[in-house]
């Protein structure tokens, strides 16, 4: 028996800032959701169930919100089911949705994302002691660099590559206008100025603090055939693995289960040859090394995984080579943490869309 298809018939995202004092999560989330079921041409009443994804609790220090969010959502009676896969949340949540369409289990079904770190402090909220484990308090810069540490090392990358991809995010940042950074004046001077934070990130390598949300309706072949506004964008197919934080031999630079995800999306889609069948890849980047560090996990660079070869030292605001990398400025720009991973998303599924006609991607997104 052969999946239902699933599209994404509508999108909605909030203006990323470090504070939106003005409204609630509540508020916040409704924002996002407003406009992706306006997009859709649908209301609330038309959604089967919900899907929230946000990253841990203690980031806000608010608990389980999705136990009161059904309020504000004016969503009381309807199936909500929370995502919680740490600060990636936001990928696996869309994931999760187009799940329960293409399983046949519901028609129309909205997932939300969001995280509205003003009302906490996310340094800290990483720093919590774990039960035999050396204390950590240096929040994820601290647990990621060593990661980038050894990618340098085994790759023999430059360490100005860092501070070439934050330029590159930054400049993309200025033409989308959702992102949180608009910050035109970079050069590679000034961000090799940048003061350094966890050895070898730089402060202008880091994501930002933001709060923002996102949401996106996605729907069956019937839902997507009603869509008059623009075309569907139809999901082709979808992969999640995790593995355990830590175990003997653990590749952190090339994770096993990233490379068993990846291949199993080439599967499922078709694709033999990521490298010259990807138009667009949109990277989950908190730390500007992990834009040339990840593809190589996923099989997408032409070199194999194991050599985790050096990327090209090349100062382009957009990749000089397929696919393009990352062109919504990625999570290095706006990082309201729940929600980075399908913000990037909703960036791209209508490009000539009205609401996003200065997206960076006018061709094959």
Not at 205 to 225: F, H, K, N, R
Request: hydrophobic share 40%; net charge positive; proline share 10%.
């Amino acid at each position: 028996m052969s999946a239902a298809r699933c599209a994404v018939v509508g999108v909605g995202q909030t203006k990323c800032a470090s504070t939106r004092g003005d409204v609630s999560i509540g508020g916040l989330v409704r924002e996002a959701v407003d406009r992706a079921l306006a997009d859709a041409k649908l209301s609330m009443a038309d959604i089967d169930a919900i899907v929230i994804g946000k990253a841990p609790d203690p980031l806000e220090g608010v608990m389980m919100p999705e136990l009161w969010l059904t309020d504000a959502l004016a969503a009381v009676g309807k199936p909500v089911f929370r995502v919680h896969t740490a600060g990636s949340v936001g990928g696996s949540t869309a994931i999760v949705a187009s799940n329960l369409v293409t399983g046949g289990v519901h028609e129309r079904v909205l997932t939300l994302a969001f995280e509205k770190q003003s009302d906490g402090n996310a340094m800290w909220a990483l720093s919590v002691p774990l039960p035999f484990g050396m204390p950590v308090h240096a929040g994820a810069g601290g647990y990621f660099s060593p990661h980038i540490r050894s990618y340098i090392r085994r790759s023999g990358a430059p360490p100005h590559i860092g501070a070439m991809v934050a330029i590159k995010h930054r400049l993309n940042a200025c033409r989308n206008p959702y992102a949180h950074l608009h910050e035109p004046d970079w050069t590679l001077e000034k961000a090799m100025e940048s003061p350094m934070l966890w050895d070898p990130v730089r402060f202008v390598e880091t994501c930002p603090s933001s709060d923002g949300a996102v949401a996106m309706v996605l729907g069956s072949e019937a839902v997507a055939g009603q869509r008059r506004s623009a075309p569907p964008a139809w999901v082709h197919a979808t992969a999640m693995r995790s593995e355990p934080t830590m175990f003997a031999g653990r590749n952190q630079v090339n994770p096993l289960a990233g490379r068993m995800c990846a291949d199993d999306l080439w599967r499922k889609a078709g694709i033999t040859a990521p490298i010259d069948e990807i138009d667009v890849a949109e990277i989950y980047v908190p730390f500007a090394w992990f834009e040339p560090m990840w593809p190589r996990a996923c099989s997408a660079s032409p070199k194999p995984p194991s050599r985790c070869g050096a990327p090209p030292a090349s100062t382009r605001s957009t990749a000089p080579a397929r696919p393009s990398a990352t062109p919504t400025a990625a999570a290095a720009s706006s990082s309201p943490c729940g929600s980075s991973g399908p913000s990037r998303r909703t960036d791209h599924p209508f490009p000539f869309h009205a609401c996003l006609r200065t997206s960076q991607v006018v061709e094959r997104a």
